[in-house]
Nanobody, 124 residues
Framework: QVRIVESGGGLVQAGGSLRLSCIVS????????MGWFRQAPGKEREGVSC?????YSGLSLERRFAISRDNAKNTVYLDIDSLKPEDTAMYYC????????????????????WGQGTQVTVTS
């Protein structure tokens, strides 16, 4: 079965940086586009970043978010710089069988599998 497990979240001071990791198993990882989403309490899930099946860079909500992948390790990363209190949210990793990030990459419906999330809390 497909498993997607996020890690790397925690309590961070504003202005700091974080690297979130997402380890995927149960599918041919190199064939899937991967996305990161976040959801704060009372708000809708928001697309943060997406990377296609085999690329050096991806698409992001802001330049502070940098997505990357290591297909040899079945892992996708999200590097967040200059953290702000408004970045506080549960961050989710998702896999899309479409293989490439489309114009609708930030829509949750584009993704087939989701992880449980990792909490990021930024203090001011």
């Amino acid at each position: 079965q497909v498993r997607i497990v996020e890690s790397g979240g925690g309590l961070v001071q504003a202005g700091g940086s974080l690297r979130l990791s997402c380890i995927v198993s149960g599918l041919t990882f190199r064939q899937y586009a991967m996305g990161w989403f976040r959801q704060a309490p009372g708000k809708e899930r928001e697309g943060v970043s997406c990377i296609s099946r085999s690329t050096y860079s991806g698409l992001s909500l802001e330049r502070r978010f940098a997505i990357s992948r290591d297909n040899a390790k079945n892992t996708v990363y999200l590097d967040i710089d200059s953290l702000k209190p408004e970045d506080t949210a549960m961050y989710y990793c998702a896999a899309s069988s479409d293989s490439y990030c489309s114009r609708a990459w930030s829509n949750t419906g584009e993704y087939n599998y989701w992880g449980q999330g990792t909490q990021v809390t930024v203090t001011s």
